[in-house]
């Protein structure tokens, strides 16, 4: 049901009488708090999981994608590294992805070394 069709019937429950202006008010508030705050937290949730997305340093074979991608969804990454080889297999899509992404996608930060501001 969209905001208009529930907009719609709370006003016509307020028209019958079924509710108080005090209950239309509140009804009408929760509806449009609802939508907007989980459009909201979609929306940013969405953007900082991609942002999360990494190139290993340390899961590579070539560019760290596959192993990256490992980090990031929990799969292992001798599974990406199919996906991927699989797709190559379809005109090559698995080859232009793997680019597009080892150019895209940044590296991992590397590692500290002793807590010191080197990288190991």
Known sequence: MSISDE?????????????????????????????????AAGGSAAVA?????????TDRWL????????DFTGLAAWVWRLAFTLLMLCAGTGVLIYLLMWIFVPEAEAPLVNG?????
């Open 49 to 57: 999981a991609l942002n999360a997305l990494r190139r290993s340093r």
């Open 7 to 39: 907009l719609g019937r709370l006003g016509e429950l307020h028209q019958r009488g079924v509710l108080t202006d005090d209950e239309f008010t509140r009804a009408k508030a929760r509806v449009l708090n609802g939508v907007a705050s989980s459009t």
């Open 63 to 70: 560019g760290g994608v596959c192993g990256g991608l490992a």
């Open 116 to 120: 010191q501001g080197r990288p190991a």
